[in-house]
Structures are given as structure tokens and as C-alpha cells.
């Protein structure tokens, strides 16, 4: 690792390279955000340039990966849908009540293309208002959340 990481009085990232110049304004940007959290990130800098490229975040030390994890939580924001709790109606659209890792939520369902299969048994679920719904793992369900699942893919 050639490069630096800090905040500055403002809260902005700054990466230093091995020239010793400051950057400041750098954003982590994850390439498979969902697929792959913790292989492959890009420091881009503010003027869209790639700076330093992360093959592993969990590979970094402590310090930078702590900073560059503090960024993404406060960009990144999919809940983690835990278990359906009722579904109006079987066909869409239709409300959802449901229980995330954030606590529970109403949403629309507006058409069933808004569950987007992912590998492994993993779906990413679109809210009528444009908010990600997660899971992580619909084999893990509870068998009740699975059934109303099923329903819909």
C-alpha cells in the first residue's frame, strides 16, 4: 500500500499518494457491491479519477479500512429484509409489512419485475418509494415469510 488515509477538519476523506500529494475529497466505490462486498474498491477522487485500487478490503490495516467502511455505511443504505409479515394481496401491486434489520416496514410492491434474483438465493426487492430491500439468504427465511415469498417470484 503506497498511499495514506485521513479525515480532514471537515470530515472529508484524504488520501495521500506515495509522491506525498493530498487528495482531498475521495470516495470509496465498492465494484460489486452486492455480489462481492469485500473484493474490489476504487479510491476515486473528486474529479472522478481512480486513485488507488483495494483488492480486499478486509485485507487493508485497521486504520484506512475503518475510514473507508465509516464512508460506505454512510452512502450505502440497503436494509436487510429478516421476515414478511403480511402481504395484502397476491397479485400487484400490493403492500408489504415486513421486518428489516432496521426495524419493521410498510411498502408498495408496484410489479413483481421489482424482485431482482441475485446468485446463491440472494434478492434485492425495489420499493414503490426507490429504498433496496435485501436478502441475504430467502432459503433462511422463516417457512411463513418463504410461502408469501414464493408467491411473487
Known amino acids: 500500500m503506497d498511499w495514506t488515509l485521513s479525515r480532514d477538519a471537515f ?8 509522491q506525498g500529494q493530498a487528495h482531498v475529497g475521495v470516495s470509496p466505490v465498492r465494484a460489486h457491491p452486492i455480489s462481492a462486498p469485500d473484493e474490489g474498491l ?5 474529479d472522478g479519477h481512480e486513485l488507488a485500487w483495494v ?26 429484509l429478516k421476515r ?7 397479485s400487484t401491486p400490493s403492500q408489504w409489512t415486513v421486518e428489516t434489520d432496521r426495524g419493521p416496514l410498510q411498502f408498495v410492491l408496484k410489479t413483481e419485475e421489482d424482485i431482482r434474483r441475485l446468485d446463491e438465493g440472494r434478492l434485492l426487492i425495489a420499493t414503490s ?11 433462511a427465511l422463516d417457512r411463513g415469510s418463504r410461502r408469501l415469498l414464493e408467491r411473487f417470484l
Open 11 to 18: 470530515g472529508k476523506l484524504v488520501l495521500t499518494d506515495a
Open 84 to 90: 414478511l409479515v403480511a402481504v395484502s394481496t397476491f
Open 129 to 139: 418509494h426507490g429504498l433496496q430491500l435485501f436478502i441475504a439468504d430467502r432459503w
Open 42 to 46: 476504487s479510491l476515486i477522487g473528486p
Open 55 to 80: 483488492e480486499r478490503l478486509s485485507a487493508l490495516p485497521a486504520a484506512p479500512r475503518e475510514l473507508i467502511e465509516s464512508e460506505l455505511r454512510s452512502r450505502e443504505f440497503h436494509p436487510e
